[in-house]
């Protein structure tokens, strides 16, 4: 750290000199503009960048380089959510067939990406969506209501022995995937560029915790997705009803674990958040007392039934992570409410 001493220049304003260093680095000569932008710690930050604007970044991919379907979705996917504003696929002669396949699932599966130009060479991609339309608190509550019904859908298949449904929340991920990797990106671009945080009135530390909460309530979701696959081998199985109620009864407690977290988050109520937490210890006992009714059961019935108990017991301890992470959120902001620092 460089230290610099403050003058008082015309007994009003205060002057500090910008390391030489920097400023030539910065290429900043004479009369040049600035920008200080006071950050929520109180620290200010000195930028050449004087505008709110997004940095526009192109990320080059070569098909030639990827022959695999799913590794080229998952460099898609990284180029989402470590803010590329254009994507550019190329190739040296014609693409691959799967490549138009592996874009249009990406372009289907990610928010305010669409091709912008396609020809037999280069397919563009670019974000046509301003984040700070979309804040953080909606994203969140829009991923809360998604894998809360998930949830449910996945236990009511199990219990109806209902096909179509399980099938359903099973397709149903996809939208708490979206909505996860749409928060990584948001976050990635705040802590990029401080315009962004101003401008969607959010510190980059409140961003990290937001993108913390969507990472456990999509990790919530793929329990959902457990629990309607292992409830298909189950559709013409005979199950115990003491075992099905067993299962609804947790079920209930998990969610409502999840409920009251969320509750938490939004209401900034520790003594809520720790109760929370304290509640998942009568989860686990009745999770392990299904594990023990189910040993009389034929062995592939009680296979799966032990699969589901498990995910319904993972998604009430992951619930209870959203509680851990209010109560750091707010010891951590215990000099004064942090939901001034929300996106709005």
């Known amino acids: 750290m460089e230290i610099r001493r403050v003058q008082v220049t015309g007994g009003a304003s205060y002057v500090v000199t910008l390391p030489k260093d920097w400023a030539e680095s910065q290429m900043i000569k004479k009369n040049d503009p600035v920008g200080l932008v006071v950050q929520p710690d ?53 693409f691959p067939p799967f490549v138009r396949t592996v874009v249009r699932d990406f372009t289907q599966m990610t928010i305010g990406q669409e091709v912008v130009e396609e020809t037999a060479t280069v397919i563009a991609i670019k974000d046509l969506l301003n984040p700070a339309e979309m804040p953080f608190d909606n994203t969140i509550k829009r991923m809360y209501v998604i894998v809360r019904a998930m949830h449910e859908d996945a236990i009511t298949a199990f219990e109806t022995q209902n096909r179509a449904l399980a099938q359903d929340v099973i397709g149903r991920d996809t939208d708490a995937d979206r909505l996860n990797w749409l928060i990584a990106r948001q976050t990635t671009m705040i802590l990029q560029n401080a315009g962004l ?148």
Do not use: W
Request: charge should be neutral; charged fraction near 25%; hydrophobic fraction near 40%.
């Open 42 to 94: 109180g620290s200010l930050l000195v930028t050449k960048k004087i505008t709110d604007e997004s940095p526009q970044r192109t990320k080059e991919i070569s098909s030639s380089s990827v022959a695999d379907p799913a590794l080229l979705f998952r460099m898609l996917i990284g180029s989402y959510i470590t803010g590329f504003s254009t994507i550019r696929i190329t190739a040296k002669e014609r």
């Open 197 to 344: 945080s101003r401008k969607m009135g959010i510190a980059p530390g409140m961003a990290m915790y937001y993108y913390m909460l969507s990472r456990i309530i999509e990790r919530i979701g793929d329990h959902a997705v457990r629990v309607a696959e292992h409830a298909v081998p189950l559709m013409s199985a005979e199950v115990d009803k003491k075992i099905l109620a067993a299962v609804r009864k947790a079920s209930a407690m998990s969610l409502e674990i999840f409920d009251r977290s969320i509750v938490s988050f939004f209401n900034t109520d520790m003594k809520e958040a720790h109760r929370n937490i304290e509640s998942i210890h009568a989860l686990e006992k009745i999770c392990g007392d299904i594990n023990n009714m189910v040993l009389r059961q034929e062995t592939p019935v009680a296979i799966n039934i032990g699969y589901i108990a498990e995910s319904v017991r993972r998604s009430g301890e992951y619930a209870g992570d959203i509680s851990e992470t209010v109560i750091n959120l707010l010891v951590e902001n215990e000099a004064g409410p942090y939901s001034g620092n929300k996106g709005k």
